[in-house]
C-alpha cells in the first residue's frame, strides 16, 4: 500500500472528509510545515476529547514529522490531558489573586457539583474540570472558563447556572467581562476611549482617530519611524522592558540574509497577576491591528502574527473580526494571522514561542543567536508584546517626545497596570511610568474592607515582594523598582493583606513554577518541585529547623545556572519572601526555633 493510500484509509475511519480537509488546511497555513501543528491537535482533542495514539500517527503523516515528535508536543502541553476529557472542559484558577478570593471554595463546590475529581470526565462524558494554574483573569477572581470561554467569578450560583446551560445543550460563550479599563488619569493614551463599548468596531475606532497613526507611518520611511520610538524612550511591557527601538535596530537588513522577516506580538499573557492584555485585546482589538502595521513597517516585516494563549477565545474571535474589518477597508499593508497556543505559561517566552509557533515543544532556547537574528524558522523576528504594540499608535499619533514627556527618564509614556488581590476594585489602571504606586491603590479603589496592606507583589508573581515599607512613595517605572530590587515585569501588581500567610503565598508561587517549568534545565525542573514539597510541609506545620534557610540558599543554586528566567525566578522569589517575612516561616515550624 501506498503512503497516500495509507493516510486515506486513516483518515476515513478517524474523521470526516470536513475534519480532514481542515486538518489539511492546517498545513499550508503558514511558511513551512508543521507549524499549524499544534492548532491542528488543538482541532482534534475538542472534536474527539483525546488526541488518540492513531490520531498522532495521522497527523505525524500529515505533517511529515515523526511520530515521536506528535507525542512529544501531545504529553507536553497541558492543553492536551492525560485522561480523555468531557465534552465540556471546566477551568477554575487557583493561582494567587483568585486564591485570596475564595479559590478553594469554588474549586470545592465544583467537584462536588460534578461528583468526579479533577481529571476524567463525569459518567455521562459531559465533564471534566482542571483546576488552573492562571486563567489571565485575575479582575474576574475567583475566575472559571468553560472550554476556554471565560465566564466570570466562580460564585456557586455562576457555576451551577453555566454547568445547567451546558446540559440545556447551550454552548458557554464568553461575553466581555472586563473590569475597570477606563482612563483614570488625564494622561491615559491607550484607555482614554476606552468607556465606549463599542471601540472594539471599526467604524468606532476610527471616529477616535483609528488608523490615523497607520496612515502618517505609512508615508514615513522605515528608519524614520524607528528613530520616533527611540524619541519616545518606549520600554518593551511585556516583562523585560528592554528598549523597543533598540531591539529592531538589531534586525538585519533584508539584503544581508534575503530571507522573510517575521513579526509577533505576544500575547501569551500567563503570568499570575497580569490580565492587561486580555482587557485591551478586548476593548481595542485595532488598536493592536494598527501597531503591527506600524512595526512591520520599520522591521521589513513580510509575516505578520499574532500569538494568543489558547484560554482567551472571546479575545481570538475579536481580534479575527477587526483583521477582517481592516483588510475590506484596505487598511492593512500586511495581512495578521492569529495564532494559538496550547495553554502553557512558558510559550510566552520569546524564544519558546517561537518553538511553540514552529510545532514543537516549549523549550526555550539558548542565545545567541537572538530571534533578531535567528528566530523563527532562522528567520529574524522582532516579537513584541501586545501592550508595546499598541502604544506605537500613540507614539506615532503624538511624536516621540511628547509621548516620553509623560513618563520618567529612560521609560516613557504610559502603562497599564492589572492591579488586583485585596483591593475593592481590581482592574486595568492606566498611569504615566513613575506613577506613586499610592495612586494605583487609590483608584483600584484601596485596600479591601480598609485593612492594613502587608505586602505587594509588584510585576506578576515572577517577581520579588516589598514590604510597606518599601512601597511607601515609590514611583512605578521599571528603573525604581529596580533599585528596591524587584522588577516592574509586565506591571500585575497585587496588593495583599494581613490576613495572609506567606508560606501560602510562597507554595502557590512555587507550586505555579513547578507546573509550568518545561523541564529543561535541571535546577529549574527540580529545585521549583524541591520547594513546592517543603513549603507545602512547613504549611502542613511540619517545617524543618533549616528549610527556610535552604529555601533562600535555592537562588545561589539556580540563578545564571538556567536557560529562561523562569528558572532564576524560582529562587529569587523565595529569597525575597523568606528575607523580609522570616516570622510567617518560623510559625510553621514543626518545632519552634529554640
Ligand atoms: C517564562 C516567561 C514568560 C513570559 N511570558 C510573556 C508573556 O506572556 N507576554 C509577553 O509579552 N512577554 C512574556 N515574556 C517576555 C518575552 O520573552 C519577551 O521579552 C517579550 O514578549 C518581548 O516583548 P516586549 O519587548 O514588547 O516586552 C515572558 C518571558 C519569560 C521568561
Keep these: 500500500m501506498s503512503a497516500t493510500t495509507t493516510k486515506t484509509a486513516a483518515a476515513g475511519t478517524l474523521f470526516t472528509p470536513e475534519e480532514q480537509a481542515k486538518l489539511v488546511a492546517w498545513t499550508k497555513r503558514y511558511p513551512q510545515a508543521p507549524m499549524g501543528l499544534i492548532e491542528a491537535l488543538r482541532e482534534v482533542q475538542i472534536w474527539k476529547g483525546e488526541v488518540s495514539l492513531a490520531a498522532e500517527a495521522h497527523l505525524a503523516a500529515l505533517f511529515g514529522v515523526t511520530r515521536a515528535r506528535v507525542r512529544e508536543v501531545v504529553t507536553f502541553y497541558p492543553f492536551f490531558p492525560h485522561e480523555k476529557a468531557g465534552k465540556h472542559r471546566v477551568s477554575l484558577c487557583r493561582n494567587l489573586s483568585c486564591h485570596l478570593a475564595g479559590g478553594e471554595k469554588a474549586l470545592h463546590h465544583l467537584e462536588k457539583a460534578l461528583g468526579v475529581a479533577e481529571g476524567p470526565a463525569t459518567a455521562d462524558g459531559m465533564f471534566s474540570w482542571e483546576a488552573s494554574e492562571c486563567l489571565g483573569a485575575c479582575d474576574l477572581a475567583p475566575a472559571f472558563a468553560i472550554d476556554d470561554e471565560l465566564l466570570g467569578a466562580a460564585t456557586p450560583t455562576a457555576i451551577d447556572a453555566a454547568l445547567s446551560a451546558c446540559r440545556a445543550g447551550k454552548a458557554p460563550k464568553a461575553v466581555s467581562t472586563a473590569k475597570a479599563a477606563a482612563p483614570v488619569s488625564d494622561k491615559a493614551a491607550l484607555t482614554k476611549d476606552f468607556a465606549d463599548p463599542k471601540l472594539h468596531t471599526l467604524e468606532v475606532y476610527r ?72 482587557v485591551l485585546m478586548e476593548r481595542n482589538p485595532h488598536a493592536l491591528i494598527e501597531g503591527l502595521q506600524i512595526a512591520a513597517r520599520a522591521v521589513d516585516a513580510d509575516h505578520v502574527y499574532i500569538f494568543i494563549r489558547g484560554e482567551y477565545a472571546l479575545q481570538k474571535r475579536l481580534l479575527e473580526a477587526a483583521v477582517a474589518e481592516a483588510k475590506t477597508a484596505g487598511l492593512l499593508d500586511k495581512d495578521v494571522l492569529v495564532m494559538q497556543g496550547a495553554n502553557a505559561y512558558i510559550s510566552g517566552c520569546d524564544t519558546a514561542l517561537l518553538e511553540t509557533m514552529e510545532g514543537k515543544k516549549a523549550w526555550p532556547r539558548q542565545p545567541p543567536p537572538f530571534p533578531t537574528n535567528a528566530g523563527l524558522l532562522n528567520w ?36 497599564c497596570f492589572s492591579v488586583s488581590g485585596h483591593v475593592e476594585k481590581p482592574g486595568v489602571y492606566e498611569f504615566p511610568l513613575g506613577t506613586p504606586i499610592e495612586d494605583l491603590l487609590a483608584a483600584a479603589g484601596g485596600m479591601k474592607g480598609g485593612r492594613p496592606l502587608k505586602a505587594v507583589i509588584p510585576g506578576g508573581t515572577s517577581t520579588p515582594v516589598l514590604t510597606p515599607e518599601e512601597t511607601r512613595g515609590l514611583k512605578m517605572d521599571f528603573d525604581s523598582l529596580r533599585a528596591k530590587g524587584s522588577f516592574l515585569g509586565a506591571g500585575g501588581v497585587i496588593f495583599l493583606d494581613d490576613s ?56 545561589e543554586n539556580i540563578m545564571g545556572k538556567v536557560i529562561c528566567a523562569l528558572g532564576d525566578t524560582v529562587g529569587m522569589v523565595a529569597a525575597a519572601m523568606i528575607k523580609k517575612f522570616r516570622a510567617d516561616f518560623d510559625r510553621r515550624l514543626e518545632k519552634p526555633r529554640g
Excluded at 500613540?394 to 520618567?408: D, L, P
Excluded at 525542573?525 to 524543618?544: C, I, N, Y
Excluded at 528549610?547 to 540558599?553: E, M, S
Design 207 to 278: 471616529r477616535f482617530g483609528g488608523y490615523n497613526a497607520w496612515e502618517k507611518a505609512r508615508t514615513m520611511a522605515p528608519a524614520d519611524i524607528t528613530a520616533e520610538v527611540k524619541n519616545s524612550n518606549l520600554r518593551g511591557l511585556g516583562g523585560a522592558g528592554f528598549p523597543v527601538a533598540m531591539k529592531w535596530e538589531t534586525v538585519p537588513p533584508k539584503s544581508a540574509r534575503q530571507v522573510p522577516h517575521i513579526l509577533v506580538a505576544n500575547a501569551d499573557e500567563s503570568e499570575p497577576g497580569c490580565f492587561k492584555d486580555r
Design 500 to 555: 495572609v500567610d506567606m508560606v501560602d503565598v510562597l507554595h502557590i508561587i512555587e507550586r505555579f513554577l513547578w507546573v509550568e517549568s518545561c523541564g529543561q534545565c535541571t535546577p529549574c525542573r527540580e529545585g521549583s518541585g524541591w520547594a513546592t514539597r517543603v513549603l507545602a510541609r512547613m504549611k502542613a506545620g511540619k517545617g524543618d529547623a533549616g528549610d527556610a534557610d535552604n529555601l533562600v540558599r535555592l537562588s
Design 380 to 415: 529574524p523576528t522582532v516579537v513584541n508584546n501586545v501592550e508595546t504594540l499598541m502604544m506605537l499608535t500613540r507614539v506615532i499619533a503624538q511624536g516621540g517626545e511628547a509621548f516620553a514627556a509623560a513618563g520618567v527618564a529612560k521609560s516613557g509614556g504610559t502603562r
